[in-house]
């Protein structure tokens, strides 16, 4: 048996912590606040990418620590860490585990597809081994590509959020493409992700397969959310892409409920707008500040 089912684990942690706050871990050593930096020297690593995790651990372990009353969960964007190599992977590996102690939900955005063997293995290494709750997956390989993930979102509690409409503005150049049945790519992919969901809806009415909607696309995310109503979303794009949290509330279902936002840079870097205040403080005050917004912009202030 696996854990609980994952849209009822994530959509009872937006009630219990009034947030739909996901923070992004993309950690970037030229961004990393000064304190940081000044207690990792170079000459005291025997190369850069030890270096550079010794300081994403010092950094990550606080923000995690500190966050965890303002956010549901941490999606770890792992290009950062296998970036480092070996030791890279090594500190992903212990930070999920750490986040996972700390009672947040785990989303490995690892943007994962391929034909079926090799998918099995990504799904092993991801959702087994280093023990994510639910990661990104591409759908362009379909049903054979998707069923490992798709089994543990039935069978093991896990859950998966399918690239439905990034947030990105080179999206359009397949996302946007208008099919011969006079629909969006985005929209057939969209009726995709309804049908690979069907078996694992929980008790809250949501499935454990779920969709990325960038939150740059308010239109197209109010459509979607229209067309995908058991759906839970996960948001990409508030803060340092633009995205408003009026823009994120047409996501939401009626309730206000139902999707989940991340933000990366404006909260782990928000120290640099805020120059006056302790970068971890500032990192919170970010945090707190879209919780808040996301909140009241859901009607639920």
């Given at each position: 048996?696996?854990?609980?089912?994952?849209a009822?684990?994530l959509?009872e942690?937006?009630?219990?912590?009034r947030?739909?706050?996901?923070?992004g871990?993309?950690?970037?050593?030229?961004l990393?606040?000064?304190?940081?930096?000044?207690?990792?020297?170079?000459e005291?690593?025997?190369n850069?990418?030890?270096?550079?995790a010794?300081a994403y651990?010092?950094?990550l372990?606080?923000?995690?620590?500190a966050l965890?009353?303002?956010?549901?969960?941490v999606?770890?964007?792992i290009?950062?860490?296998e970036a480092?190599g070996s030791?890279?992977?090594?500190?992903?590996?212990?930070v999920?585990?750490l986040?996972?102690?700390l009672?947040?939900l785990?989303?490995?955005?690892?943007?994962?597809?391929?034909?079926g063997?090799?998918?099995?293995a990504?799904?092993t290494?991801?959702l087994?081994?280093v023990?994510?709750?639910?990661?990104t997956v591409n759908?362009y390989?379909?049903?054979d590509?998707?069923?490992?993930?798709l089994?543990?979102?039935r069978q093991?509690?896990k859950?998966?959020f399918?690239?439905?409409k990034?947030?990105?503005?080179g999206?359009a150049?397949?996302?946007?493409?208008?099919l011969?049945?006079?629909?969006?790519?985005?929209m057939?992919?969209?009726?995709?992700?309804?049908?690979?969901?069907?078996?694992t809806?929980?008790?809250?009415?949501?499935?454990?397969?779920?969709?990325v909607?960038?939150?740059?696309?308010?239109?197209?995310?109010e459509v979607?959310?229209?067309a995908?109503p058991?759906?839970?979303?996960?948001?990409?794009?508030?803060?340092?892409?633009?995205?408003?949290?009026?823009a994120?509330?047409?996501?939401?279902?009626?309730?206000?409920s139902?999707a989940v936002?991340?933000?990366?840079?404006?909260?782990l870097?928000?120290?640099?707008?805020?120059p006056q205040s302790n970068w971890l403080d500032?990192a919170?005050?970010e945090a707190?500040?879209m919780?808040e917004?996301?909140w009241?912009a859901?009607?639920?202030?």
């Amino acid at each position: 048996m696996g854990e609980a089912h994952f849209a009822d684990r994530l959509l009872e942690a937006v009630e219990r912590k009034r947030s739909h706050v996901v923070v992004g871990f993309d950690p970037d050593f030229a961004l990393l606040p000064p304190e940081i930096v000044a207690r990792h020297p170079e000459e005291a690593y025997i190369n850069h990418e030890v270096r550079k995790a010794a300081a994403y651990r010092d950094f990550l372990s606080q923000l995690a620590e500190a966050l965890v009353e303002e956010a549901v969960a941490v999606k770890i964007q792992i290009a950062y860490f296998e970036a480092l190599g070996s030791t890279g992977y090594s500190l992903y590996e212990e930070v999920v585990h750490l986040c996972r102690e700390l009672g947040y939900l785990v989303i490995a955005d690892v943007k994962r597809g391929d034909i079926g063997s090799t998918a099995e293995a990504y799904a092993t290494a991801h959702l087994d081994e280093v023990g994510a709750d639910a990661v990104t997956v591409n759908p362009y390989f379909g049903t054979d590509g998707l069923e490992p993930f798709l089994r543990r979102a039935r069978q093991e509690g896990k859950g998966l959020f399918l690239l439905v409409k990034t947030s990105n503005p080179g999206s359009a150049e397949l996302q946007d493409l208008m099919l011969a049945s006079g629909e969006p790519f985005y929209m057939r992919v969209a009726a995709l992700v309804n049908r690979w969901g069907e078996e694992t809806q929980g008790r809250h009415g949501y499935r454990a397969v779920g969709a990325v909607v960038g939150g740059t696309h308010p239109q197209q995310g109010e459509v979607l959310r229209a067309a995908m109503p058991g759906v839970p979303f996960l948001v990409p794009g508030y803060g340092a892409q633009g995205a408003t949290a009026e823009a994120v509330a047409k996501m939401l279902d009626a309730r206000g409920s139902g999707a989940v936002v991340n933000s990366a840079r404006a909260i782990l870097y928000a120290y640099r707008g805020q120059p006056q205040s302790n970068w971890l403080d500032a990192a919170v005050a970010e945090a707190k500040a879209m919780k808040e917004a996301l909140w009241k912009a859901a009607g639920r202030a």
